[in-house]
Each structure stands twice: as C-alpha cells, then as structure tokens.
C-alpha cells in the first residue's frame, strides 16, 4: 500500500499540543502519510497560517463535554466548519450521545479503566449512524503495567463488538507532539498486540479515514477545512 494512503485523524497543534502545525506536518509527511486531521479541542483552535504544499492538513475538532445534554448543540455548531468532526468519550451517557448523531464522525478517548462505557448496544448505534471508534494507541506506547493491561483488554473488547456489529474503526496516536507521531507500519505492529489482522489496521489507517474525509467533503455545500501544506525538511524536530 502507498503512503498516500495513510491518514492519522487525531492530532493536536499549539496551544492544545506542543508542536506547530508545521512540525507535525513535516514529521507526518517523512513517515508516509498523506494526510493528518488537526483535532484540537474546541476551546484550543490552531494557527491557520499555513501556504504549502505535499501533504494534506484536513480541518478537524474534537468535542470534550461532562453533560451530555450540551453535546449535540456543539456538534450542530461545529459540523458544516470542519472536514472531521471527533468526540472525546467519557461516560456512558456522553458516549451514547455521540455514537447516536449520525454528524459525529469518530468517538475516541474512550475510558481505559474499569468500565469504558462502549457495549453492545452503543456498538449497533455506531454502525447505525456511521461513526468510527477511534483506538488511540498512545494509550498503549506511553502507559505502563497494570494501566496498560487494561488498556489492551479494553481495546480487545472494542474490537470484538467492532467486528460483531461491523463498527468502522480508525488507528490514530493521539499525538500532542511531534514526537508522538508513529509510522503507519509501526502503528500497525501495534495494532497487533490487542488482536486487530494487518488488513483490518490497514484499512483503518487507510480506506476508512478517507472515507470519512470524502463522505464530508461531498456533503458539504461549501468545502472547507482542507489546507495544501509543503514538506519542508528544515522544520523536522
């Protein structure tokens, strides 16, 4: 598979990270992606001073609520602004809330402890309503012991209603730096660990975050979000 087949959706730049747009992009674009979705909390919107080319910067938000009765005015708010529009999951009810409105794209952050609020019945309402569970996998790389442990049991769990009720499922880093962003081929390794095929990886790195990106761009009366930015060697890390 080609490199411009490669999408991380869910990265964060200044002020919500640690790294310039740039930085990210530069860093993206040397490990093989086409593409990278900047997901900045709401509150935290980047830069846009941004006039390059080579690799795509696909306009994103990520929605971090604690009432879940809020959720669904934000997303009303924010989905016609940007290419990826995430949910930060959290309880059961905030998770229901997203995986139930058909304009929420991705639900990531899920819980790693002992109860992340993902069942069965919230897994057929994200296949009803098309939204992606997003696996952070730097849940995996930057825990340690027992809080890893369950972070791999959780993903293992997610993955097995994923498959049950045909969930669409992305592989993202999560990256708050530059320095968290991972190689699609080493994201795919550790995709592996919680028992997710090489081809199951693939396409959530691949055909699925792009699906996301083209079902958006095709819905939107007036296209936005998407910035051409250029690799620029002297801005790696």
């Known amino acids: 598979m080609s490199r411009s087949d490669y999408y991380d959706l869910n990265i964060h730049v200044l002020p919500d990270?640690?790294?310039?747009?740039?930085q990210m992009l530069s860093i993206a674009n040397h490990l093989?992606?086409?593409g990278i979705g900047i997901t900045n909390h709401i509150d935290k919107e980047p830069s846009s001073d941004t006039s390059h080319e080579d690799i795509e910067l696909i306009q994103g938000v990520q929605i971090e609520v604690r009432n879940s009765s809020k959720l669904h005015g934000l997303v009303g708010k924010f989905r016609k602004k940007?290419?990826?529009?995430?949910?930060?999951g959290g309880s059961e009810s905030i998770n229901r809330s997203a995986v139930e409105n058909p304009n929420v794209d991705i639900l990531t952050n899920l819980p790693t402890g002992r109860d992340n609020g993902f069942n069965h019945v919230l897994a057929k309402s994200a296949h009803d309503n098309e939204v992606a569970i997003a696996f952070n996998l730097d849940a995996i790389i930057k825990q340690r012991g027992g809080r890893r442990?369950?972070?791999?049991?959780?993903f293992r769990k997610n993955l097995q209603l994923a498959r049950k009720y045909n969930v669409s499922?992305?592989?993202?880093?999560n990256a708050m730096s530059c320095y968290d962003i991972r190689a699609p081929g080493e994201m795919i390794a550790l995709a592996g660990l919680f028992g997710m095929e090489k081809n199951e990886a693939?396409?959530?790195?691949?055909?699925?975050?792009?699906?996301?990106?083209?079902?958006?761009?095709?819905?939107?009366?007036?296209?936005?979000?998407?910035?051409?930015?250029?690799y620029n060697s002297q801005e790696l890390c």
Do not use: F, W
């Not at 499922?169 to 880093?173: A, E, K, N, R």
């Not at 095709?218 to 250029?230: A, F």
């Open 17 to 22: 990270g640690s790294s310039s747009v740039n």
């Open 82 to 88: 940007v290419d990826v529009l995430v949910v930060h």
């Open 169 to 173: 499922t992305v592989l993202t880093s």
């Open 149 to 154: 442990v369950h972070a791999l049991a959780h």
């Open 202 to 230: 693939n396409a959530a790195l691949s055909t699925i975050p792009e699906g996301i990106i083209k079902r958006n761009r095709r819905n939107s009366s007036t296209p936005q979000g998407v910035r051409i930015i250029q």
């Open 32 to 34: 093989g992606y086409s």
